[in-house]
């Protein structure tokens, strides 16, 4: 309330005293003392009177909805009520303008990718938002005021919650979900409350494994030819007079063969490598499909070597858009594959066909066949059905995981259908978008 309000309410109780005073005289004057005295009396109570039913509509006021107008009133509680009713709605618009940034927070916290709990004394739920109702398998709905050591019953997470050390965040999978890893943040504020942030590792656990793997494959695979290669050279260092000209030759010939498999090696992690980072894919080319097919024939023809009958059949022609240096790489590894997993005297067949559906490239063999579990994980780095057979045909284990990466840039998709001891099929699927007519410009 103003000093100028306070003035004009004392203001109206001096005027109102000054009229009682006045009719109280004058009453004395016509009519005695005594009656000077009843008037005065009569004047308090009706004036107590007046000032108890203001009281009591201020009262009533009180009680009824927020917004509801003022009761009316003369004189200085006029006044009174008016300085009350902007006092109100100033408070009924700051409450408004607290709620709408409430429920914004909430919103947001609601929106964030990562989990967020709000804990009060004695480490009980007072907020939650969604994230983290999944990251605990909790519901805010029965969950809210129950301590949380009470619902998360992994002792680990109770350790870091209640202890005192929150510099460091909590890694721990999750008891309720299997396979999710949570990265827990706790944040101490307030009286003897926290903030409890969760964020879902899973994705980063999976790709550290994966790194950790290649590593692993890398160093296994790299480790093998090295040791042959260091072993002839260190035998021939050793005794080089002990051994004859056809022995020597052999050597040679072998530790070329490693060093030869380990270039191979380099030269697809380094391909893979460039597939995977996302590097610019090159120029798009019209890529006719009839001549590339046919290096391929003749590159897989000269790995057979004259051990397999490879055959190519063409039903239809066409243009490819895309990388040729690429589709070559993805379309060889194919058709090499199936050279060396196919015991000499077998078949492979490579074929193109084209049709209003897109056009489709496979390959077909007689070879030893891949059983049913082991399909789903063949475009994976470094997987082996057999690790001793291929490091026997010279394959790096990574062909399949560069075809994958090949073909994701060309919209194909890869099936694989086999039968072990009776062949497999390897085909590729090009959507109609990828295909030309070999007659436009």
Known sequence: MTIRSVRYLWTGALGAFAVLGALALTVGVLFGLTAALLSVIAGLLLLCWHQLRQMEALALWTREPIGTPLPRAPGPWGHLFAELARRSRLAYSMRERLSTA????????????????????????????????????????????????????????????????????????????????????VIPYGDDQKLVIS?????????????????????????????????????????????????????????????TRMQRLIEDLLTLSALETGAPAPAEERVEVAGLLREVHQQVDLLSGGRHEVTLHLDGDGV??????????????????????????????????????????????????????????????????????????????????????ILGRHQGELHVDSTPGVGSRFSVRFPPTRLASSDKP
């Open 102 to 185: 409430l429920e914004r927070f909430r919103a947001a916290s609601q929106a964030m990718p990562d989990g967020v709990m709000y804990l009060a004394e004695h480490d009980s739920i007072e907020w939650i938002n969604r994230k983290s109702e999944q990251h605990f398998g909790l519901d805010h709905r029965r969950d809210l005021g129950v301590p949380v050591v009470n619902l998360v019953r992994q002792p680990e997470f109770a350790r870091y919650l209640q202890g005192s050390d929150h510099e460091e965040a909590l890694v721990m999978a999750s008891a309720r979900r299997r396979g999710l890893t949570l990265l827990v943040q």
């Open 199 to 259: 964020r879902d590792i899973s994705q980063l656990e999976k790709l550290e494994t994966m790194r950790r793997d290649f590593v692993a494959n890398v160093s296994h695979e790299l480790r093998t030819p090295l040791t042959v290669v260091s072993g002839f050279l260190e035998t021939l260092m050793d005794g080089w007079d002990d051994f004859s000209r056809e022995d020597i030759a052999h050597f040679l010939k072998l530790a070329h063969d490693q060093s």
């Open 320 to 405: 490819l858009l895309g990388s040729r240096k690429e589709l070559h790489s993805a379309f060889a590894n194919l058709g090499s594959n199936a050279v060396r997993y196919t015991p000499a005297g077998g078949k492979v067949r490579l074929c193109w066909r084209c049709d209003a559906n897109g056009g489709e490239f496979s390959v077909e063999d007689t070879g030893i066949g891949i059983a049913a579990e082991h399909i789903p994980r063949l475009t994976e780095r470094f997987y082996r059905v057999d690790r001793g057979r291929s490091r026997e045909t010279g394959g790096t284990g990574l062909g399949l995981a560069i075809v994958k990466h």
